[in-house]
């Protein structure tokens, strides 16, 4: 058990900080919701009401689109973006999708490689390509949930103010929506931009982001 | 209903059938001179509000703010604590208390990209 929580940390910890943060802003969004509701003159509502609000569907799912986009976009990116000097780059030399024995895939595939890198067809490119798919897959299910949530809320909204509700279709040109969504894209691809540039010239001993302490700026590739 | 229409579980239609009859319930009352009726649907903002700006009991204020008849229900549309009722010359706004729905706005007319303006209205 102890050696399962060990080499299990890193997402064992990230998932029940994940919780945490989320039981954390539930209650804080409530709070918020609820401040609103009474300078509107009306009562406030309980958790289990707020929890399956469209307002807090809608703080939630848009959040996650962005971090899915930006996952999707780092990991379709890295296949023909390189960073020289940075950790979260491959080597200048490696552009591209590699070759299949550089992969391990098809005839190149060791005893212990999953069956469909032994595979050909379309199993070796759907797993070839699962990672990148699966996220971006979320991004986009994530941002039609944000739409979906995000016009009932904005109606809730336009309702309290006395003006009329608007379709979905409406909603996707509303200044609202893509206030939501941009100011979640341009933190996201910062944070990439950060990570690729800082982690050039910056060093944390010990991580799996960073290079070795003593590699040189110009080190591409190396993580430590 | 009070209790369904506080927690959301009821059904969109549900809810927008529970508030599209206190809207003809308010309005129903005003036209058959029952002030006290129709005050009983309206919101607390909305109540005290027609007191201060009349300076009269609502039940004998209200009669006096030339609401229209309830006219066929032509719309209903619910988001969260929102409902707004359109009725064949009337538009009514109303949200959820712990009693059910009750009346914010009435007798309000469009106004082109901005709020209905409202005969009676609460804030």
Not at chain 1, 113 to 130: D, E, I, Q
Not at chain 1, 141 to 153: F, K, L
Not at chain 1, 171 to 180: G, I, S, T
Request: aromatic share 10%; with cysteine.
């Amino acid at each position: 058990m102890k050696s399962f929580l060990r080499d299990n940390s890193l997402g064992l910890v990230f998932g029940l900080l994940f919780l945490l943060v989320l039981a954390g802003q539930a209650i804080a969004g409530q709070a918020d919701f609820n401040d609103r509701q009474l300078t509107d003159g009306l009562p406030p509502v309980p958790l289990g009401r707020y929890l399956t609000s469209a307002s807090f569907a809608a703080d939630v799912a848009e959040n996650w689109q962005s971090e899915y986009l930006q996952f999707f976009l780092f990991i379709y990116g890295t296949v023909w973006l390189v960073q020289k000097g940075s950790p979260e780059s491959k080597s200048l030399d490696e552009i591209g999708r590699e070759s299949d024995e550089k992969q391990k895939v098809g005839r190149y595939a060791g005893p212990d490689a999953p069956a469909w890198a032994r595979a050909g067809g379309l199993r070796r490119t759907l797993f070839s390509n699962s990672l990148g798919l699966v996220m971006g897959l979320i991004f986009v299910a994530s941002w039609y949930a944000q739409s979906v949530a995000g016009v009932a809320a904005f109606n809730e909204g336009q309702l309290g103010d006395l003006q009329d509700p608007v379709s979905w279709s409406q909603y996707l040109a509303e200044p609202d929506f893509w206030n939501r969504t941009l100011q979640n894209w341009q933190s996201e691809l910062l944070a990439v931009a950060s990570m690729a540039i800082l982690a050039i010239f910056l060093r944390q001993r010990g991580s799996s982001q960073s290079k070795p302490v003593g590699s040189a700026h110009s080190a591409t590739g190396v993580e430590g | 209903m009070a209790a369904s229409a506080l927690t959301g579980c009821a059904s969109v239609d549900e809810r927008g059938d529970a508030a599209a009859a206190v809207a003809v319930r308010l309005l129903t009352a005003v036209q058959g001179d029952d002030g006290a009726g129709a005050c009983a649907v309206l919101a607390p903002e909305t109540r005290a509000e027609l007191i201060d700006s009349a300076g009269r009991p609502c039940a004998e204020a209200i009669l006096d703010e030339n609401l229209p008849g309830p006219g066929p229900i032509e719309a209903t549309a619910v988001y969260g604590q929102w409902a707004q009722v359109r009725l064949a010359g009337d538009t009514l706004f109303l949200a959820v208390f712990p009693e059910g729905w009750r009346v914010v706005a009435a007798g309000c007319t469009p106004r082109p990209d901005r709020p209905y303006d409202c005969v009676l209205q609460g804030g």
